[in-house]
């Protein structure tokens, strides 16, 4: 279990990392290159160069979003610079010797630190390590502690030329209350003067733990310390420590024989990391402060780490995940004007997003290269090429699982398409999946290949003519604007290609576009006011882009009637390599009257949902709705870190940050029938009661305000939707404030592995401060420090809350008696006399605990008649025979 062995180990720094390096750091705005050295701490959480002055800067690695090399580093535009590298001299290598460090809060406001090594193919392994220690996922999972520790290296870091610490480098760190921050040096025997300063030598980590508990305080730490303490001793013994982490630091639902009770000897290795006394380790008593450290330990994570690790069965078909998907990837901001961006399908790629949208629209003379960009409206334009090219290289930094390139194709030049053809085939090279393969070939009843067999390929989703039968019937009111084929022509797997016609007819369709380009813009504006889009003026796929389509191939969505039909037909039709988009609204339309359907549908074949045409403020849709219908591409605006990209990125972290979550074996198997809004119970799925109480917060605001706390559940429809929040603490208090309320309990999650716990921290005027996602089957129960994340995603670093989660199978109140007397016979039983000889000595009748006739009170009653003696021999038959009834009634 977690508290004696972690998952997760911390990421380990390379030597030559924190022994340094010599580069030559450089800024095209300042057109300054200096000297400097680069350096990884040896504990992994800052990467900081040294200039020759002895200042220094410094570089989260929790902040850190990528690391390039060679030709994909940043390149100084200035000529000052370029001079400096001889960078228009031939047989320069320059490109041998490039490092770009790129850092940001979001994915859109970031920042590119170039380096330049004096020794060639130094910046590949700097830029690779790197990116190694800021993907770990301890680094944003990281426990208490190691936050804390953090601030401590960096305090020990940031030294005055003296090479001490300034004592206002506290106030930095810790501006909430001054006062506080002054009291707390006092009570180490610290200078707290703003031009003092301290010797590193006298704030060992022991110094800094003491300076901590003076500053934040734990009362509510002692309360649970004091409630399994010896009585009139200060400390704990191991044995109560044990009893203390079955008790309370375990979930009762695991197995004893599985995961065995901690043993008093096992837990002495916890004492012995976390006492601060060495005489209460050598007595085996843990202190009141030893207490507060090993609940901020790594052992007592509030995550189930393995979940962060790869564990999901890869090797199911494709359509079996829910896919990590963007929408209208290449914008930076709405969807009406503003900048489109390459960088955003690398940044989109890196923080685990495996399936990315490209509108593409014909290039103007004289190059006519195809673009990317947001049709009829004023966002501007970013080079096919260069989209391309981006992906190329980011597409598996971060999963090696494949990429999905959502085509929105307007591009209606047959040249120009092939012009792009070519460009996926030259730049992707062998990550592009040209052909279908062998063991999965393109035929009706053939499922999808894996994620593992396509693990490093890119797929393209494209209109493709390759379909049989007749034209596609007219499209439904309302229905979907994505196409297979083009209009009125019928195709076939034997369809011959007109090669060189459809060259020549090229000039003819120019002519005709230039001819009608007046009411294509008018019913162009029409579809960018639909919620539809642009997508329904997609244009034919000619022969190059269509031969590069296989496994993700567009239809037009009819209804589930028809696609039933189409199963139904000797598996004639029945496709899954064929995929539908719908939009939000569409989606929910047909969720909330065919919701059964919807999810067989998503059984067979995959759907893509995607915002309506009219958010045009790039705000996004809650996804979990169509996470419940089995969608397996959800897609949302990834520029925008509103509540439900937050709930997306939250979820995605997990699987190893594949980008490919399985989806529950009742959105999977054909024989099993799923209904998202059913509000009952899901057959052979035991419901789980979630109950969390906050209890403080410590350093939530670098402020002194009232703060208060959220905490809602996402998950099914029939999930308890209430959203709960704490009362404002009691004063301006944002270092340790405490919250004495009642659990908020969520009594029946239907489906846990669904639904995701969201606890969010505000300051008094509803003012954002930081909030946790995380999926209600990783979470661990017990006492825990939930480190709180930014609106993006990002670690905070000094903010948490700390609280006390507890998980129990749900069970209905008319089953609360069967549910103890299985659980602890005995007692039962015991009380059940009481009951009875009191109510007899009251003149009243006797009462069978079960209904006379069920198998349980025969069972049990059966037992409890053959030990009447009470003897440990009777008591022994009463729980074997308590148990063996259990194992029948489930």
């Known amino acids: ?112 630190h170039n380096f330049v090594s004096y020794k060639e193919n130094v910046g590949k392994d700097w830029a690779e390590d790197v990116l190694a220690l800021a993907k770990h996922p301890l680094m944003a999972n990281a426990s208490r502690s190691t936050f804390l520790d953090k601030s401590l290296v960096k305090l020990k870091m940031q030294l005055n030329p003296e090479g001490k610490i300034p004592v206002k480098n506290f106030f930095q760190m810790f501006p909430a209350d001054r006062k506080r921050v002054e009291a707390a040096l006092s009570a180490c025997h610290l200078p707290k003067g703003k031009n003092d300063a301290i010797n590193p030598e006298d704030f060992p980590e022991s110094v800094y733990k003491s300076f901590l508990m003076s500053l934040c305080p734990r009362p509510e730490i002692d309360e649970i310390f004091t409630s399994y303490h ?69 052992e007592n994570s509030v995550l189930a780490q393995d979940k962060l690790l790869l564990h999901h069965d890869m090797t199911q078909p494709l359509n079996h995940y829910f896919i990590n998907s963007s929408h209208n990837t290449y914008l930076t901001a709405g969807q009406f004007s503003g900048l489109s961006s390459a960088e955003m399908y690398r940044q989109v790629l890196l923080a685990g997003c495996r399936c990315v949208e490209l509108d593409c629209w014909k290039g103007k003379p004289p190059d006519e290269e195809p673009i990317i960009t947001h049709g009829f409206t004023m966002t501007t334009d970013i080079c096919f090429k260069e989209a391309i090219e981006a992906i190329a290289e980011s597409a598996f930094k971060t999963s090696p699982y494949p990429v999905i390139l959502s085509f929105e194709n307007h591009v209606d030049s047959p040249r120009q398409q092939a012009k792009m053809a070519e460009y996926c085939r030259t730049i992707f090279g062998d990550m592009l ?113 269509s031969s590069l389509v296989n496994y993700v191939q567009p239809t037009k969505f009819i209804s589930f009637e028809s696609s039933a039909r189409e199963l139904a037909c000797s598996g004639e039709k029945n496709r899954s390599y064929v995929i539908s988009s719908f939009t939000e609204l569409k989606a929910y339309d047909l969720l909330s009257k065919f919701s059964v359907q919807f999810v067989d549908y998503n059984k067979r074949q995959m759907s893509r949902i995607y915002p309506k045409g009219t958010r045009m403020d790039s705000s996004n849709y809650m996804p979990q709705m169509f996470w419940n219908a089995g969608c397996q591409m959800v897609a949302l605006n990834f520029q925008t870190m509103d509540l439900p990209m937050q709930q997306n990125m939250a979820l995605f972290e997990f699987n190893g940050q594949s980008g490919y979550l399985l989806k ?7 024989d099993k029938q799923f209904n998202p809004f059913s509000v009952d119970r899901i057959d052979v799925v035991v419901a789980t009661t979630l109950s969390i109480t906050v209890i403080s917060g410590q350093f939530l605001s670098e402020r002194s305000v009232r703060t208060y706390v959220e905490v809602e559940l996402f998950g099914l429809p029939g999930d308890p939707k209430r959203r709960y929040r704490t009362k404002l603490s009691p004063s301006t208090n944002s270092i340790n404030p405490v919250w004495k309320e009642e659990p908020f309990v969520f009594e029946k999650i239907l489906m846990p592995e669904l639904a995701s716990l969201r606890v969010a921290v505000m300051e008094d005027g509803n003012k954002f401060l930081g909030h946790r996602i995380i999926p209600v089957n990783a979470l661990n129960s017990g006492y825990h420090h939930l480190c709180l994340h930014s609106e993006s995603n990002m670690p905070l670093t000094m903010p948490a809350l700390f609280v006390f989660l507890e998980m129990k199978d749900y069970v209905p109140d008319t089953w609360a008696d069967l549910t103890v007397a299985l659980t602890n016979p005995i007692k039962f039983f015991s009380a059940h006399d009481k009951s009875v000889k009191l109510k007899e000595a009251m003149g009243g009748l006797p009462e069978n605990p079960f209904p006379l006739g069920s198998p349980v009170a025969r069972q049990v009653n059966g037992a409890s008649a053959l030990t009447s003696n009470g003897s440990a021999a009777g008591a022994k038959a009463r729980e074997e025979a308590t148990r063996e009834a259990a194992g029948k009634a489930c």
């Open 1 to 112: 279990m977690s508290l004696l062995n972690p998952v997760l180990q911390p990421p380990g720094v390379k030597a030559y990392l924190s022994q340094g390096e010599r580069f030559i750091r450089w800024d095209d705005e300042t057109t300054i290159a200096s000297p400097v050295i680069l350096r990884v701490d040896p504990k992994g959480y800052y990467l900081y160069w040294t200039y020759q002055n002895k200042e220094m800067e410094f570089l989260d690695i929790t902040s850190i979003r990528d690391t390039r090399f060679g030709k994909f580093a940043k390149m100084p535009k200035s000529q000052k610079l370029r001079d400096v590298f001889n960078m228009d001299f031939p047989d320069n290598n320059f490109l041998l010797k490039t490092l770009t460090v790129v850092s940001g809060p979001d994915m859109v406001d970031l920042t590119f």
């Open 230 to 298: 010896a009585k009139a001793k200060p400390y704990m013994t191991k044995e109560h420590l044990a009893k203390f982490i079955n008790q309370k630091q375990r979930d009762s639902r695991l197995n004893s024989l599985l995961f065995p009770l901690a043993r008093p000897d096992q837990v002495q290795g916890l004492i012995d990391k976390y006492e601060p006394r060495g005489i209460n380790v050598q007595r085996g008593q843990l202190s009141p402060e030893g207490m507060v450290w090993l609940l901020c330990g790594p």
């Open 433 to 545: 999946l040209t052909e279908p393969l062998e063991k999965f070939p393109l035929k009706p009843g053939i499922p999808l290949p894996s994620p593992e067999d396509l693990r490093g390929k890119i797929l393209i989703k494209n209109k493709k003519n390759q379909f049989s039968g007749p034209p596609a019937p007219s499209q439904e009111p309302g229905g979907e604007a994505e196409g297979s084929g083009p209009p009125n022509v019928p195709v076939g797997e034997d369809t011959v290609w007109a090669g060189e016609e459809g060259a020549e007819l090229e000039e003819e369709e120019v002519e005709e576009e230039e001819e009608e380009s007046g009411s294509l813009d008018e019913e162009g504006m029409k579809k960018m006011q639909s919620d539809e889009g642009t997508a329904g003026l997609e244009v034919t796929a000619y022969k190059e882009m």
């Open 664 to 670: 529950h074996e009742f959105m999977r198997r054909l």
